[in-house]
């Protein structure tokens, strides 16, 4: 599934798309051989792409949450081929809660925000944190429903509670980072922003934003002279 929630926003607001719902599918792999665990993170650091592309796919199938951290140094790669199948892998891999239950309430949550049913959706990813609280893309699906919703402080505190459990989550840190700078809080959103791009140094748009942030500091600053 490729699919976005997504409106008519200037830049900062088309940076922060990356919170909102974002889940691409990989696509076929190139090889039938079918690889375990190991090998399939052994792959990753293969010098032929093509290779790091396949443990990616195979990564997925075997895969859940917790294992995204082994896939956030491809998305720094040479190759943009590779960068777009870790992209993808990460934000999946963020989906993936272990639990086949858990799994299928979750589902059913993308469902209803594909639908454009906010309150059922909200309603679907609040019994899955009721039920299981470290599960982090729960708590950011909801978070991206709030924002949509212009319910920004709950929006903002569901952020907090993703990054506690998944700091690297950098849709999370762009999103969070658009709201602060939004409240007139350009340090903390920088910082953010700064954290997203080490784990993610491809997002789109995102030295742009950093620029206007540090502008917006700078005249923060010359304010208080």
């Not at 082994?70 to 790669?77: A, C, E, I, R």
């Not at 019994?127 to 920004?152: C, D, Q, V």
């Not at 952020?159 to 969070?176: D, M, N, S």
């Amino acid at each position: 599934m490729l699919s976005l929630f997504c409106r008519t926003l200037p830049m900062m607001n088309r940076l922060a798309l990356a919170f909102v719902l974002c889940a691409a599918t990989v696509g076929h792999a190139t090889s039938e051989e079918n690889l375990n665990y190991q090998q399939a993170q052994k792959a990753l650091s293969h010098a032929e792409p093509q290779r790091r592309i396949h443990g990616l796919r195979q990564l997925l199938k075997l895969g859940t949450a917790k294992n995204a951290d082994v896939v956030y140094p491809l998305l720094d790669d040479a190759e943009p081929e590779v960068r777009q199948v870790a992209l993808a892998t990460v934000w999946q891999l963020w989906g993936k809660s272990g639990d086949a239950a858990i799994d299928k309430l979750y589902q059913e949550g993308l469902d209803r925000m594909q639908d454009g049913d906010m309150p059922k959706a909200i309603e679907v990813f609040s019994a899955i944190i009721a039920k299981r609280p470290a599960f982090a893309e729960a708590w950011n699906k909801r978070a991206t429903i709030y924002y949509m919703s212009g319910e920004y402080e709950l929006s903002m505190q569901d952020c907090e509670a993703v990054l506690k459990r998944l700091p690297q989550h950098f849709g999370a840190l762009v999103g969070y980072a658009q709201m602060l700078a939004e409240r007139q809080q350009p340090e903390r959103a920088l910082q953010l922003m700064e954290r997203a791009s080490k784990v993610n140094p491809y997002l789109a748009n995102a030295e742009l934003m950093m620029a206007a942030l540090r502008i917006q500091i700078e005249n923060k600053r010359k304010s208080m002279i």
